[in-house]
C-alpha cells in the first residue's frame, strides 16, 4: 500500500497546482472585466497563456529553438505586404520582428493582441492614466 502513496500525493500535488493556474486566470477575467480593451486584452492574453504553460507545458522558439514559458501564435505583416506566422517566439525574436514589421498579432486561444507600427513608432495600447508616448 505504501507503493500509491507517492502517486496519490502527486495527483493531489497536480490538482492543486492546477487549481491554482485557474483561480488565477478566473481573476484575472474578473480584474479585465473593470480594464479598457486593449489592457483587457493584454491581461486575457497573458493570463491564459500561463494557464496553458501549468497544463501543458512550454516550448521552444521557432526561430532559434530557445525554451519558451507561454506558446502564443504570432502573426508578423511586413512591411511588403508578407505575412509570417509563428507558432512561439521567444521574447529576443519577437521583440525583433516588432522592430522591423508593421504589425505583429499575439493570439492564445480565443485572446489576441496587436501592436501596430505607424512611419517609425510602434503603437501599443496605452495604460490608463499613462501617455502615449513610448
Known amino acids: 500500500m505504501s507503493q500509491h502513496k507517492p502517486d496519490h500525493l502527486r495527483v493531489e500535488q497536480e490538482r492543486a497546482r492546477f487549481q491554482a493556474a485557474l483561480d488565477d486566470y478566473l481573476a ?4 479585465a472585466a473593470t480594464s479598457v480593451l486593449p489592457e483587457k486584452k493584454k491581461r486575457l492574453l497573458a493570463s491564459y497563456a500561463e494557464f496553458r504553460y501549468q497544463l501543458n507545458g512550454g516550448t521552444h522558439c521557432t526561430s532559434c529553438r530557445a525554451t519558451v514559458r507561454h506558446q502564443m501564435c504570432v502573426e508578423v505583416r511586413r512591411a511588403n ?3 509570417t506566422q509563428y ?3 521567444c521574447t529576443r525574436c519577437l521583440e525583433a520582428e516588432r522592430a522591423v514589421a508593421e504589425q505583429v498579432t499575439l493570439r492564445v486561444g480565443p485572446v489576441e493582441f496587436e ?3 505607424k512611419g517609425d513608432v510602434h503603437e501599443f495600447p496605452v495604460r490608463p492614466g499613462r501617455s502615449a508616448v513610448a
Do not use: E
Not at 484575472?28 to 480584474?31: I, K, P, Q
Open 81 to 83: 505586404g508578407s505575412i
Open 28 to 31: 484575472a477575467l474578473s480584474n
Open 87 to 89: 507558432a512561439a517566439l
Open 115 to 117: 501592436t501596430l507600427r
